[in-house]
C-alpha cells in the first residue's frame, strides 16, 4: 500500500518549543458529595443499529510499499530513532478513520505500532481539500499540545497522552505518534447497551473522570474563565441548525433566549481557567484495564474544566438514548462519572454544586453539536434539540 497518492506537497513548519512549566495548581476544600440528578430529558425514539457507531477495524489492510516515502520515514527515522528498535522488513497497515485520516503502521513480529495522522486528509470547514496552510498550523498545533501535556506528566502512569514523534509536513502533513494501548470509551459504552456490561463502563468513566481531574488540577490557573469563546461557539451551533433546517425559528428564540439568561447569571464566568481537552468525545479516551491514553489534542485550550464534563455527560445521553431507545439510559452513568470526578478533586458541597450547575451549560452546548450530526436520522435529532433545550434552562 503506498500514500504517495495522498502527499499534499511540501511545507515547512518551524520547530516547536516545548511549553514544558507546569502550570500552578489549585487546591480544592476537601468534602464530596453526590451529584444532583440531571434534568429529565424529553422522550427520544430509538433504539438503533449498532453499525452507527462501529469501529474500524484494527485488522491489517495493507503492506506498506517499500517505495512510499513513509515507509523511508518509518524505517529511517522513527524505529531507530525515535523507539530506539530496529526497522522491520516490514509494516502493516490498518485503517484507524473511514475518511482516511489515520491509519496504523505496525512491525508484524513484534506488534509494535504508531499511528499516522494525515491533516491533508482532514475535514477543515466541510473539505478534504485546500487550506493547507491552516492543515499546517493544526497539525504544528497538535504536536506541541501533546508536548505540552506530557510535560504536566502524562507522559508516564495510569494517566497518559500518546507521545508525539515526528511531523513531516511533504508526507500529506503527517504526524507520527505512538499507538495508545487499550480499547476506547465508545467500545465500553456500546458493551454496557448491547451486553450489559455496565460495571465495566463505570470502571471506564472512573479511569477518565481520574485523567480529566490530573489535567485540570496540575494546569490551573489563578485567573478567572472568560466565555466568549464558549458563547461564540453556542452562536455558531445556533445559526447552522437553523440554516440547516433542524431547528426552527421559534425554537431559536427560544435557545437564544436561554443563552442570554445564562450570560446574565454570571456562572460562565466564576471559575479559574486550565487547560480543557477541548474535544472530550468517547472516541478520544483509551483505557486497558490500568492505563488511560487520550489522543486528538488539537483543540487543547484554557477554559472552564466544565467543558470537559459536560461534553462527556451529553455524548452518553446521546449514545445510551440512541442505543437503547431509553432517554433515561445514560442517567446513572452520568452520576458516577461527575461523582468520581468530584472524589478525585476532593470538592466541597458547594463547589460541586457550582461546578455541576455549569456542565449543564457545556453538556446542553455538546447536545446541539451532537444535532448537527448527519449520520444520525432528523427524527431522533429534533427530539434530542428538545433535551438540549430542557438541559440548559433557567
Known amino acids: 500500500m503506498s500514500h504517495s497518492h495522498i502527499v499534499a506537497g511540501q511545507g515547512i513548519i518551524g520547530n516547536i518549543p516545548v511549553a514544558a512549566r507546569r502550570m500552578v495548581s489549585y487546591v480544592f476544600r476537601l468534602r464530596n458529595q453526590l451529584p444532583r440528578r440531571a434534568r429529565p430529558p424529553h422522550d427520544l425514539p430509538g433504539p438503533v443499529p ?13 503492506t506498506l ?23 522491520p522488513p516490514d509494516f502493516e497497515v490498518s485503517k484507524l478513520h473511514p475518511s482516511g485520516i489515520a491509519y496504523r503502521y505496525a512491525d508484524p513480529d513484534s506488534g509494535t505500532a504508531v499511528v499516522g495522522k494525515f491533516f491533508g486528509n482532514k475535514w477543515v470547514h466541510g473539505s478534504q481539500e485546500g487550506n493547507q496552510p491552516l492543515r499546517a498550523m493544526l497539525l504544528q498545533r497538535e504536536f506541541a499540545n501533546l508536548q505540552l501535556v506530557q510535560a504536566l506528566g502524562f507522559d508516564q502512569g495510569a494517566y497518559q497522552v500518546v507521545r508525539p514523534l515526528v511531523m513531516e509536513p511533504a508526507i500529506n502533513l503527517v504526524l507520527i505518534e505512538t499507538a495508545a494501548p487499550g480499547t476506547d470509551l465508545l467500545a465500553a459504552i456500546r458493551a454496557a447497551a448491547f451486553q450489559g456490561a455496565g460495571a465495566r463502563l463505570r470502571r471506564f ?7 480529566l481531574a490530573a489535567l485540570h488540577r496540575r494546569s490551573a490557573i489563578n485567573r478567572a474563565v472568560e466565555p466568549v469563546d464558549a458563547i461564540s461557539y453556542f452562536n455558531k451551533l ?25 450570560v446574565a447569571s454570571g ?24 492505563t488511560v491514553t487520550v489522543i486528538d489534542l488539537e483543540r487543547l485550550r484554557a477554559a472552564d474544566p466544565a467543558a470537559d464534563l459536560g461534553s462527556i455527560a451529553a455524548e452518553l445521553r446521546h449514545m445510551l438514548s440512541w442505543y437503547k431507545g431509553d432517554a433515561w439510559a445514560g442517567e446513572p452513568y452520568i452520576r458516577h462519572f461527575y461523582a468520581q470526578y468530584a472524589a478525585h478533586m476532593n470538592l466541597s458541597g458547594p463547589e460541586f454544586d457550582a461546578l455541576t450547575e455549569r456542565c449543564r451549560f457545556y453538556m446542553g452546548t455538546t447536545e446541539l453539536r451532537i444535532c448537527r450530526n448527519s ?3 432528523l427524527s431522533y435529532r429534533r427530539a434530542f434539540l428538545a433535551e438540549a433545550e430542557r438541559c440548559l434552562a433557567l
Open 267 to 290: 456562572m460562565l464566568g466564576v471559575a479559574q481557567q486550565a487547560l480543557v481537552h477541548g474535544d472530550a468525545t468517547p472516541a478520544h479516551f483509551l483505557y486497558d484495564g490500568t
Open 205 to 211: 468513566l472512573t479511569a477518565v473522570a481520574g485523567w
Open 375 to 377: 449520520w444520525v436520522d
Open 65 to 87: 510499499d517499500h517505495d512510499d516515502p513513509l515507509f523511508r520515514l518509518l524505517s529511517s527515522d522513527v524505529w531507530p530513532r525515535q523507539l530506539g528498535l530496529p526497522a
Open 238 to 262: 445556533l445559526g447552522q441548525l437553523r440554516t440547516w433546517d433542524i431547528m426552527d425559528w421559534a425554537e431559536l428564540a427560544r435557545f437564544e433566549r436561554l443563552r442570554d439568561r445564562w
Open 50 to 62: 449498532l453499525h452507527q457507531y462501529d469501529d474500524m477495524t484494527t485488522e491489517a489492510i495493507a
